[in-house]
């Protein structure tokens, strides 16, 4: 084979390694759904809601997605507890996704509130499960 063919076929093989690097490095994702009504959470780690990943296994997102977002929205995202700042959150602001991201660079326990907002009477519920990294 003539290096002229053999260069695209390793830089495409190359490419389609990166998606099983990237994993490897930062492990999987988090989802977890958050019924606002109840405060009641599904998935994570536990399927409660918490997240637990090997302290310095590398960054972790966790996607925390309303169960039912018609007359809800997430207002806010709080961190609190040893660690807390490893974690940043984007999005809120009464849409009804919000990404945390754990930078997972040492230990951590972190109760994580997610404060959703009522739309149309504007009251608020602080729902609160935990990030771990041992």
Request: charge should be negative.
């Amino acid at each position: 084979m003539r290096r002229s063919e053999l260069v695209p076929c390793l830089l495409f093989a190359g490419l389609l390694s990166l998606p099983a690097l990237a994993a490897a490095q930062g492990g999987p994702d988090f989802k977890v759904e958050l019924d606002p009504e109840t405060c009641a959470f599904s998935g994570g780690s536990d399927g409660a809601g918490n997240v637990e990943a090997d302290a310095g296994s590398g960054n972790k997102m966790i996607q925390v997605r309303l169960a039912d977002p018609r007359d809800w929205g997430i207002a806010e995202v709080r961190f609190d507890g040893d660690g807390a700042d490893q974690m940043v959150h984007a999005g809120g602001g009464e849409a009804h996704v919000v990404n945390i991201f754990n930078r997972n660079s040492g230990p951590a326990d972190v109760k994580y509130s997610v404060i959703v907002q009522n739309r149309a009477t504007g009251e608020t519920r602080d729902c609160d499960p935990r990030i771990i990294n041992r």
